[in-house]
């Protein structure tokens, strides 16, 4: 990929060139070899048959015949018969050699050839020998490994600096990124790998080492930052729940007041408490979960009409007009459970923040980017602008809605299972004031396209 | 949990661990157990999941500290028949104790409900008290068939939301309360004696 590739692949491709080489040229020598050995083995025949004279007779038809093959037969008392003036092997010396012979090529010029031979010594003491051209090929075949030879050797020197030059780089990327994790592993969370910007593999790596750092982090937080939020949320509850207990228990002993009544409200605290518990687990679940469990795809409309179905009762008891409208037949991809409980949160805090007589509005349509929209308008006294960022946090309620039920919770878990889903949360204002009313608030989980 | 349950009428057996409560259910026959998912020796869903392999039927009730999706579908997989995460009211508990009790003993298949003197077709889909046919919304009919199966005992909020809308989180506004006082409307207004009971701390009951 971005490593430099010449130092991965041509070591390779180099020993597998010389290799194709070298086998060549051996099997060019070993053919040679071969109908060397068959024309020695035919003129032994002869010779046997019809002993040094014959030889002779076919040593000179043969030479005459232009057959590819140098023969000599040389005896005792000046015998020479053959196509060559000398043999390469010492009289009485056999076996096989290689050696050159003077020619000419077809435009005339002198060039020495390689050749192969045999010499073998006959019982009645002559020497015969039988030996071939092997050209061209080999010839070529040799400078070819020549010049090979030096570029192999210069390949090697550069495949030596390259290698040494790319294990430094790695070793000093690596040595990054084990700092890191060595730093994160000794308890600093905000350690991160510096990204080179050479956009290989170590950029990669490191990206994605600073990404799960980032998550792990913010996750680290919203926990720590959760177990903050019920330590002191659910301290206020705790403490009014023991003073109405102590309470009874005075009266009780005192022998006046209805302990019954101070028991029931009790039981109304801790059931409060528990509620916000579990509310704010869930968020933190969510945030450390990562994306959303057990996606599924599902029609957004038809989510959107079971929890509309919910909450219609509701609005109707409390004088608000309430409308849904849904685009059919989309798809989206998430958690159902979750998308159903975080558009149930929207129309609760509608359902809540709208004074009789208002409006509420759920929307599910899909938007020219492909992303499915579940909104929520209302017609409330709506959110002032610097406050929209705020209201999503854990816990955050805002002045005017201290008297209203609620831990401050819904949003917080809105915005959770957008993160989950990698959609978000946008709040705006909504319709606008119209006469005393509005300008009510327009609250939107926006969730990916399904892909 | 036990004396509770003990005090609404139950006779309890406890066991401190799951190899041990897997023992207790393949000795005896209970109508309800109650089963936690982390006990020591054998975790619950491995003491349910050997009970069903044997062939027990029991109902059960999971209980759970864990409260993902994931871990509910995990519990009702292995073959637990309804699920409560801590922390609960004991009131939602002993609610869905008697519902799996009831469960158990009506196996045979009804087509026709009776509550004194309130009658559903469920053939049909119709509902009449003392003969007078009442008009019922879809969802109205499913919630009033929930009450009417579990007559005589106490329904959460929560058990209703997870049973007639199969949603499995707790709303902040009374959304039940609200479907649940329009379905008295129907069928207990113009009638001398109301039929549908608000439980104080724990939720509603059908009474004859």
């Excluded at chain 1, 592993?185 to 990206?207: I, N, P, Q």
Aim: hydrophobic share 45%.
């Amino acid at each position: 990929m971005r490593l430099p590739a010449p130092f991965r692949t041509t070591p390779f491709r180099l020993t597998l060139m010389f290799l194709a080489v070298f086998l060549l040229a051996g099997e060019v020598t070993r053919r040679a070899d071969q109908e060397i050995g068959a024309e020695m083995r035919s003129l032994e025949t002869v010779y046997r048959q019809g002993g040094v004279d014959a030889l002779n007779q076919a040593l000179i038809e043969r030479t005459a015949d232009g057959r590819p093959f140098l023969y000599l037969l040389t005896g005792k008392g000046g015998m020479h018969t053959g196509s060559i003036a000398t043999s390469p092997f010492e009289a009485g010396e056999t076996g096989w050699k290689q050696f050159r012979v003077t020619g000419t090529d077809p435009n005339g010029a002198v060039v020495r050839q390689p050749a192969r031979g045999e010499q073998v010594v006959l019982a009645t003491g002559e020497q015969l020998f039988v030996g071939a051209d092997i050209g061209q090929a080999e010839y070529f075949v040799v400078k070819i490994v020549r010049a090979l030879q030096g570029a192999g050797a210069l390949m090697v020197i550069l495949g030596l600096a390259g290698g040494l030059l790319v294990s430094r780089n790695v070793s000093r990327a690596m040595a990054g990124l084990n700092a890191v994790v060595a730093a994160v592993r000794g308890g600093d969370l905000h350690a991160r790998a510096k990204v080179r910007g050479a956009r290989d593999e170590f950029d990669e790596l490191a990206a994605g080492l600073n990404d799960m750092l980032d998550r792990l982090e913010r996750s680290m937080a919203g926990l720590r930052h959760a177990g903050d939020a019920i330590a002191h949320d659910l301290r206020s509850p705790l403490t009014r729940l023991r003073a109405r207990l102590e309470v009874a228990l005075l009266d009780v002993e005192a022998g006046k007041g209805d302990p019954k009544a101070a028991l029931a409200q009790a039981l109304e605290d801790a059931e409060g408490v528990l509620r916000t518990f579990s509310a704010v687990l869930a968020i933190a679940r969510l945030q450390a979960a990562g994306p959303a469990p057990d996606p599924a795809t599902f029609d957004p409309a038809d989510l959107a009409a079971g929890v509309a179905e919910l909450y219609e009762p509701v609005c109707e008891e409390k004088g608000l007009e309430f409308r849904v409208e849904m685009t059919p037949q989309l798809v989206a991809r998430g958690n159902r459970e979750f998308v159903a409980q975080a558009v149930a949160n929207l129309l609760d805090n509608a359902v809540k923040y709208t004074p009789e007589g208002g409006a509420v509005v759920l929307r599910v349509r899909r938007r020219s980017s492909g992303e499915i929209e579940f909104s929520v308008t209302d017609t409330g006294p709506g959110v002032p602008e610097a406050e929209r960022a705020r209201i999503v946090q854990r816990f955050v309620r805002l002045e005017n809605s201290r008297n209203l039920p609620g831990a401050g919770l819904g949003l917080s878990l809105v915005a959770a299972v957008a993160e989950s889903h990698r959609g978000r949360l946008e709040i705006d204002e909504g319709p606008g004031a119209v006469e005393g009313s509005g300008p009510g608030l327009r609250v939107a989980l926006v969730l990916p396209r399904a892909t | 949990m036990a004396r509770g349950l003990g005090e609404a009428g139950h006779e309890c057996q406890i066991a401190s661990d799951g190899a041990y409560g897997l023992d207790m259910a393949r000795q005896d026959q209970f109508d309800v157990m109650v089963v936690d998912r982390m006990m020591p020796r054998m975790d619950g869903l491995s003491m349910i999941e050997t009970l069903r392999r044997d062939g027990d039927r029991t109902p059960v009730l999971v209980l759970s500290a864990l409260g993902e999706i994931d871990d509910r579908v995990a519990g009702l997989k292995a073959g637990g028949d309804d699920y409560l995460v801590k922390p609960y009211a004991f009131a939602e508990l002993s609610a869905r104790v008697e519902a799996l009790a009831r469960r158990h003993e009506t196996g045979s298949v009804q087509t026709v409900l009776k509550v004194g003197d309130l009658e559903m077709d469920l053939i049909h889909r119709r509902v009449a008290r003392q003969g007078k046919e009442i008009d019922l919304q879809p969802r109205e009919f499913q919630l009033l068939e929930f009450m009417m199966r579990h007559a005589g005992q106490s329904v959460t909020r929560t058990m209703l939301l997870e049973k007639v809308w199969e949603y499995h989180f707790d709303p902040q506004t009374n959304v039940i309360d609200v479907h649940v006082s329009r379905l008295r409307s129907k069928i207990d207004k113009g009638f001398d004696r109301p039929m549908l009971q608000t439980v104080r701390g724990a939720g509603y009951r059908l009474d004859a």
